[in-house]
C-alpha cells in the first residue's frame, strides 16, 4: 500500500466525507461553502483516483457504494484523529509554563520543604523550577520569575526585597560540645567547626562569609581547634544533622530544620550581613495571573524570615560593616550585594 501522502487529493477527501455524512451534494456545499458542481467535482476526482464509483446516484438522492463505505469509514477516523490532535496543540499553545529559577541551597532547602502547598492550591499552573549552582542571571536566564542573591537595578525588571540574610550557629541535637558548656561565641573556637570553601562562594556574586567572618563580628580572633571545609552546603548541612560539628546556618534554608528539631542553635547570637534576596519579574511578565500568584504566594511563605521577627536570646556585639563585602567583579551582573550592615541578634 502506497505512503506517499503527498498524492492524497485531500480537499476532494473532505468534500466526500462532508457529502458523504449528509448523504446530499447540496447539503456538503453549504457547509464547506463551495458550489454543488465543486463538491461534485471533488467526488468525481477521488472516483477517478480510485477507478472506482464511490456513490450509487438515483434521481432524489444519492447513497454509498461498498467502496465509498470502506472510504468513508477511515476518513471519518482519519479525521477525527486530526481534529483531536488540533485541539491538543490549540491546548498546549495556550498553556504557558511558569518557569522560576533559584540558587541551589534556596531550592533544595527552603522551596522544596513548600512546594507541595502551592501545587496544591494551583492545579491549573503548570510550574518549572530551576535550581542553579549561582544566583539567577534576570537578563540573560529568562525565567518568568527569579529569586536573585541582592540585584543591580536595571529598566525592565522588577524587584521585590524578599528577606534580609541571617547568619547563626547550629548543630545536631547529638553534637558532643568539646568545651564544658558554650556560652560564648568565644567557647566555638574549641568545638569542630564546618565551614564552606572558597570554591563553594566563587560561583555566587557575594564575598565568602565563613567562621572567621562570624567570629569576628563578636570579637573573636583566636585559630580553631579543628575545622573540616566543604564545597557543598547540602552536605556540610546533613553533617551538621549527623553530629560531626557545628556549622553556620543562614536561616532562609535552615529554618526548617529547626523548626522540626532536626537542628539546634548552640548560641543566640545572630549576624545580620545586610546582603539581600529579591524576587525579580520581567515587566513583560508582572501582568500574568500566574506570576502574580506565585509572587503572593512566595512573599507569604518568606514572611517569617525577617529577622527582627525572629529576634531571640541574648544580643551579641555589633561591630563596624566590612568595606570588601562586596567581591569585586570586571563588569557589572544582574547579581551584586550591599555593603554589610553588622547587627547582632
Keep these: 500500500m502506497s505512503k506517499d501522502y503527498r498524492r492524497l487529493p485531500l480537499s476532494a477527501l473532505r468534500a466526500f466525507e462532508a457529502a458523504a455524512r449528509h448523504m446530499s451534494f447540496t447539503k456538503a456545499a453549504?457547509?464547506?461553502?463551495?458550489?454543488?458542481?465543486?463538491?461534485?467535482?471533488?467526488?468525481?476526482?477521488l472516483e477517478d483516483h480510485l477507478d472506482t464509483q464511490l456513490f450509487n446516484r438515483g434521481n432524489q438522492k444519492v447513497s454509498l457504494s461498498p467502496a465509498g463505505e470502506e472510504l468513508f469509514e477511515a476518513t471519518t477516523l482519519s479525521l477525527a484523529h486530526i481534529a483531536t490532535a488540533f485541539d491538543s496543540v490549540?491546548?498546549?499553545?495556550?498553556?504557558?509554563?511558569?518557569?522560576?529559577?533559584?540558587?541551589?541551597?534556596?531550592?533544595?532547602?527552603?522551596?522544596?520543604?513548600?512546594?507541595?502547598?502551592?501545587?496544591?492550591?494551583?492545579?491549573?499552573?503548570?510550574l518549572h523550577l530551576v535550581s542553579l549552582e549561582r544566583s539567577p542571571a534576570p537578563a540573560t536566564d529568562g525565567f518568568d520569575v527569579s529569586v536573585v542573591m541582592g540585584?543591580?537595578?536595571?529598566?525592565?525588571?522588577?524587584?521585590?526585597?524578599?528577606?534580609a540574610e541571617e547568619v547563626f550557629p547550629i548543630c545536631g541535637k547529638s553534637?558532643?560540645?568539646?568545651?564544658?558548656?558554650?556560652?560564648?561565641?568565644?567557647?566555638?573556637?574549641?568545638?569542630?567547626l564546618l565551614d564552606m570553601d572558597d570554591q563553594h562562594w566563587s560561583v555566587y556574586p557575594w564575598s565568602p562569609f565563613n567562621w572567621a567572618g562570624?567570629?569576628?563580628?563578636?570579637?573573636?580572633?583566636?585559630?580553631?581547634?579543628?575545622?573540616?571545609?566543604?564545597?557543598?552546603?547540602?552536605?556540610?548541612?546533613?553533617?551538621?544533622?549527623?553530629?560531626?560539628g557545628i556549622g553556620l546556618g543562614w536561616r532562609h534554608v535552615v529554618s526548617d530544620y529547626l523548626n522540626e528539631g532536626a537542628l539546634i542553635r548552640p548560641l543566640t547570637?545572630?549576624?545580620?550581613?545586610?546582603?539581600?534576596h529579591h524576587l525579580v519579574i520581567p515587566?513583560?511578565?508582572?501582568?500574568?495571573?500566574?506570576?502574580?500568584?506565585?509572587?503572593?504566594?512566595?512573599?507569604?511563605?518568606?514572611?517569617?524570615?525577617?529577622?527582627?521577627?525572629?529576634?531571640?536570646?541574648?544580643?551579641?556585639?555589633?561591630?563596624?560593616a566590612?568595606?570588601?563585602?562586596?567581591?569585586?567583579?570586571?563588569a557589572p551582573s544582574d547579581d551584586i550585594s550591599s555593603p554589610a550592615a553588622t547587627i547582632a541578634d
Design 322 to 330: 566590612r568595606p570588601d563585602d562586596i567581591r569585586p567583579t570586571e
Design 30 to 45: 453549504n457547509e464547506l461553502s463551495v458550489t454543488q458542481a465543486a463538491v461534485s467535482r471533488h467526488i468525481l476526482t
Design 151 to 163: 540585584h543591580l537595578p536595571r529598566p525592565g525588571f522588577t524587584a521585590t526585597e524578599l528577606f
Design 269 to 276: 547570637e545572630s549576624y545580620l550581613t545586610g546582603r539581600k
Design 90 to 126: 490549540r491546548r498546549g499553545q495556550k498553556a504557558r509554563r511558569l518557569t522560576v529559577g533559584m540558587p541551589m541551597s534556596f531550592g533544595t532547602m527552603f522551596m522544596s520543604h513548600r512546594i507541595g502547598d502551592f501545587i496544591m492550591n494551583n492545579p491549573n499552573i503548570d
Design 283 to 320: 515587566d513583560a511578565a508582572l501582568d500574568r495571573e500566574d506570576v502574580q500568584i506565585f509572587r503572593d504566594w512566595l512573599i507569604t511563605q518568606v514572611a517569617d524570615l525577617n529577622p527582627m521577627a525572629s529576634v531571640g536570646g541574648s544580643h551579641g556585639p555589633a561591630s563596624a
Design 175 to 192: 553534637y558532643l560540645p568539646h568545651s564544658p558548656r558554650i556560652v560564648t561565641p568565644g567557647d566555638l573556637v574549641n568545638e569542630v
Design 214 to 244: 562570624w567570629l569576628e563580628q563578636f570579637g573573636v580572633s583566636a585559630p580553631f581547634k579543628r575545622a573540616i571545609t566543604f564545597n557543598n552546603y547540602s552536605t556540610m548541612i546533613q553533617s551538621v544533622i549527623r553530629g560531626f
